[in-house]
């Protein structure tokens, strides 16, 4: 899916969410070729924390059939500022106020002929046919690996993005690690064919503090998921007080 939206894995650092994600994230980050694997330390409630901390959202969209270098502007703002009203009398019911909330004004654009649409963002100064094409054209290239200059572009449909934005404020960071932290036991882990069984030593998640670097192969066990780290591998704990590993620092 990412090398079809035209990203490279390789060149990411991979994040590994959910209970199960800091067990295997080095080892699919190996198998992509990204040098850097994100561990969250609270991977396990990941989503959960994410929708906690996501603004309120709410999309709406209306059908628009219509050549974009023709269109009748005052048809197109009259479209988008009924959906518009309905994203604000909705985030209103949210119980978000004016200055708390966001709109967002978007085009499904497609070249003549073509089957799917590809969603395009329009300025917040007004609609401009040019800005319009240069944003479906670059977005056309990103996913397609191609474009057609000075093609026929048709609007399918006017979409409008309401955001009541939270004020959400991060807890405060824990003081950077002081001294070496010292495992809670050693324990047999099966590494991989190649390495076989090794002793292993076992960290509790809550005395590893932003600054900490740690060489595999490593567990580190918190309150809602396990860590691995490979003999290959280096564990820092970020500023933001997760498990950044950095794959194949060792080799």
């Not at 026929?152 to 409008?160: M, S």
């Not at 955001?163 to 001294?179: F, I």
Request: one cysteine or more; proline letters at 6%; a negative charge.
């Amino acid at each position: 899916l990412s090398i079809e939206r035209g990203h490279n894995p390789a060149t990411f650092t991979l994040v590994a969410a959910g209970g199960a994600g800091p067990m295997h994230g080095t080892a699919v980050a190996r198998a992509l070729g990204s040098r850097r694997a994100l561990l969250p330390r609270a991977a396990g409630a990941f989503c959960a924390m994410g929708m906690l901390q996501s603004d309120v959202r709410q999309d709406y969209l209306q059908v628009f059939l219509a050549d974009l270098d023709k269109v009748e502007t005052a048809a197109l703002e009259a479209g988008f500022a009924q959906l518009e009203a309905r994203a604000r009398e909705a985030l209103a019911r949210d119980g978000f106020g004016a200055d708390e909330v966001a709109i967002e004004r978007q085009l499904d654009l497609r070249y003549d002929g073509q089957q799917w649409p590809v969603r395009a963002p329009l300025s917040a100064s007004g609609f401009d046919a040019a800005a319009a094409r240069k944003a479906f054209e670059t977005e056309h290239q990103r996913l397609f690996g191609h474009i057609q200059p000075g093609g026929r572009i048709d609007i399918t449909a006017l979409r409008v993005v309401g955001r009541g934005r939270l004020d959400w404020t991060p807890p405060a960071a824990r003081s950077p690690q002081t001294d070496t932290p010292k495992p809670r036991e050693t324990r047999k882990v099966w590494i991989d064919p190649a390495t076989g069984w090794r002793d292993v030593p076992i960290y509790d998640g809550a005395d590893l503090r932003p600054g900490c670097r740690l060489d595999g192969p490593l567990l580190v066990e918190e309150r809602t998921t396990t860590a691995f780290v490979g003999p290959r591998d280096v564990l820092e704990v970020d500023e933001r007080d997760d498990f950044l590993v950095h794959v194949g620092a060792l080799a």
